[in-house]
């Protein structure tokens, strides 16, 4: 009887502005890839797409989107990308995702639309594939402002931020338990990234109990 091929890993990793995502993301990359594992890195927004590129114009400021018609691109986004990122796990290639479903809910739920409530952003994200794992980058205000200004575009502001840190943290209490791992953002580039490399083997370890890829379930706030 031929052997099962064991699937691959999805990985996602969220934060702040100015956490490290995509710095540790490609980090940890590289470091998979050298030691022999199957590896995609994707990151969201994905801006090489037609609905990217609509997402890419709203936020530098180019163009004007209703807070809700943005936010069904941003999970569009997704959705667009949902199977091809299935296919891979299914091939045995681990998936890193650079911002994912909760930055979508927790980004519009910030602006305090009064009809774009958690709730109602989390919608579109129910039945994407729902990561193995979750490393949340942690980083304080003042750390992240010595790693440069805030840049041009829209969400850049402090207000917008100190929002966004609550939400998130409203969000992760009602995953499942176990999937929203923290990591401390604010240590050296090498401390973090040995942490994150840690929480990953363990993760990648654990991929067969998880048994197949699940998905993501509705929440109630
Ligand atoms: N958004 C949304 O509204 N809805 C959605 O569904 C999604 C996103 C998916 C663009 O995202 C905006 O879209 C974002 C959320 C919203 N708005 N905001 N705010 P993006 O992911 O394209 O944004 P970005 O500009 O790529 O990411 P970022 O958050 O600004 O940065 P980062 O990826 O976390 O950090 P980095 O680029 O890796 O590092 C930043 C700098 O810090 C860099 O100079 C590094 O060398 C340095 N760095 C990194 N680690 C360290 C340590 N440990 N020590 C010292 N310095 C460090
Ligand atoms: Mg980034």
Redesign the pocket.
């Known amino acids: 009887m031929s052997e099962l091929k064991r699937r691959g890993a999805l990985i996602v990793v969220e934060?702040?502005?100015?956490?490290?995502?995509?710095?540790?993301c490609e980090h940890l990359r590289d470091f998979l890839q050298e030691s022999g594992h199957s590896v995609k890195y994707i990151?969201?927004?994905d801006r090489t797409t037609s609905i990217g590129k609509l997402i890419d114009s709203y936020?530098r400021g180019q163009s004007q989107l209703g807070d809700h018609s943005i936010h069904l691109l941003?999970?569009s986004?997704?959705w667009e990308i949902a199977r091809s990122i299935k296919d891979d796990i299914a091939n045995g290639i681990t998936v890193i995702v650079?911002?994912?479903?909760y930055?979508?809910a927790v980004?519009?739920a910030a602006k305090g639309n009064q009809s774009l409530s958690l709730e109602w952003a989390w919608q579109p994200e129910i039945g994407l594939p729902r990561p193995d794992m979750c490393l949340f980058?942690r980083i304080s205000p003042e750390e992240a402002a010595?790693?440069?200004d805030f840049?041009a575009?829209?969400?850049?502001n402090g207000p917008?931020?100190k929002r966004?840190r609550e939400l998130f943290q409203t969000l992760f209490d009602l995953q499942p338990s176990g999937d929203i791992h923290q990591v401390d953002?604010g240590?050296?580039?090498q401390e973090?990234s040995k942490k994150i490399h840690d929480k990953v083997a363990d993760c990648m370890a654990r991929v067969e109990a998880i048994g197949p890829l699940r998905e993501f379930g509705p929440i109630t706030v």
């Open positions: 934060g702040l502005d100015r956490a490290g995502k995509s710095s540790q990151r969201f927004p936020l941003f999970s986004n997704r650079d911002r994912y479903s930055s979508g980004y519009s980058l010595k790693r440069g840049g575009e829209r969400y850049e917008m931020q966004v953002a240590r050296s580039f973090v």
